[in-house]
């Protein structure tokens, strides 16, 4: 991670989002949020382009798999960590995402998180 690595945080509960984007900055990220799937898939239309994407799975508009395939589409290869209380579901809707996102339960352990990103970083 030589340069600050850009994470697009997408969450429509403002709490968490909040929460998630305080922490990552702490960590040393450049971060950007986007309360619902809409808002995310518009910034996504434009650069610079998320080095990572850490999307809640349950939204307005678009939900977190919708997200992550347009990411993807628009970035090959970028890493997806979907954060859910419905695990369940995200194993039977993955479909094509390339690589497969990294999947979160909630309560989310923010440690996990934050390392797992950094492995992804550091593997691109």
Do not use: N, W
Not at 39 to 50: D, E, T, V
Not at 94 to 103: A, F, N
């Amino acid at each position: 991670m030589s340069k600050q690595s850009l994470v697009l945080v997408v969450d429509d509960d403002v709490r968490t989002a909040r929460l998630f984007v305080r922490m990552l900055r702490e960590d040393g990220f450049q971060v950007e949020l986007a309360h619902d799937g809409a808002a995310a898939i518009g910034r996504l239309g434009r650069a610079p382009l998320p080095d990572v994407l850490v999307t809640d799975l349950s939204m307005p508009h678009a939900d977190g798999l919708a997200v992550a395939k347009y990411a993807q589409a628009c970035r090959p290869g970028l890493p997806v960590f979907l954060v859910t209380g419905y695990p369940d579901l995200v194993a039977r809707r993955m479909g094509s995402l390339d690589p497969e996102p990294q999947v979160f339960t909630k309560p989310v352990d923010y440690d996990e998180l934050s390392t797992k990103l950094v492995q992804a970083l550091i593997g691109k």
